[in-house]
Every structure is written in structure tokens, then in C-alpha cells.
């Protein structure tokens, strides 16, 4: 999936293109041959880092679907009334 998410889903294109520029660059990789780099193997660069993060933030990779954290909110809800103390999952 996340193979799919960094390389080649179409609705992230423009911040994948971002991302691999800025791998290239931090590694000297030629324009076209970074996109091969594991996904495993990006996290491990350290001058890719912020580059990584970027993309992170600019796309929904990576974040819970509102139902999902909806029901955590509801779990935390529950175990509060069942005497839970705080609600701390």
C-alpha cells in the first residue's frame, strides 16, 4: 500500500514529484532513477527527512479517516462510563 501512496497514485502526483525531486537531490540521483529507492529505504535518509515529512503533511497518507477517529472518541467515551478513570486507552 504504501509502495502504491509514494510511487504511483494519481491523486498525490504533484507532491510525489516534489518528494523524489528533493530525494534526488539529497542523494545525487539521477532524475527518474530515485523513484526505484524502497519506501523503507527513504525513511533511513537522513536528507530526505523534511522532504519525507512535506509530503506527509501535504497529502491525507498516513491520517485516520474521520470514522476511525470518531470511534476512538466513542471507545475513550465508553470507558469513561464504565469507570475507565480518564478515558486513557
Same mark, same amino acid.
Given at each position: 500500500?504504501?509502495?502504491?501512496?509514494?510511487?504511483?497514485?494519481?491523486?498525490?502526483?504533484?507532491?510525489?514529484?516534489?518528494?523524489?525531486? $528533493?530525494?534526488?537531490? $539529497?542523494?545525487?540521483?539521477? @532524475?527518474?532513477?530515485?523513484?526505484?529507492?524502497?519506501?523503507?529505504?527513504? +525513511?533511513?535518509?537522513?536528507?530526505?527527512?523534511? @522532504? !519525507?515529512?512535506?509530503?506527509? !503533511? $501535504?497529502?491525507?497518507?498516513?491520517? +485516520?479517516? @474521520?470514522?476511525?477517529?470518531?470511534?476512538?472518541?466513542? $471507545?475513550?467515551?465508553? @470507558?469513561? !462510563?464504565?469507570?475507565?478513570?480518564?478515558?486513557?486507552?
Amino acid at each position: 500500500m504504501r509502495e502504491h501512496l509514494f510511487h504511483h497514485c494519481s491523486r498525490w502526483r504533484e507532491h510525489q514529484k516534489t518528494l523524489w525531486k $528533493a530525494e534526488g537531490k $539529497a542523494t545525487g540521483c539521477k @532524475a527518474g532513477r530515485c523513484r526505484h529507492v524502497q519506501i523503507s529505504e527513504l +525513511f533511513s535518509i537522513e536528507e530526505c527527512d523534511q @522532504a !519525507v515529512m512535506d509530503f506527509l !503533511v $501535504a497529502t491525507d497518507v498516513g491520517k +485516520f479517516p @474521520a470514522q476511525m477517529n470518531d470511534g476512538m472518541e466513542e $471507545a475513550k467515551r465508553r @470507558a469513561q !462510563v464504565r469507570g475507565g478513570g480518564d478515558g486513557e486507552l
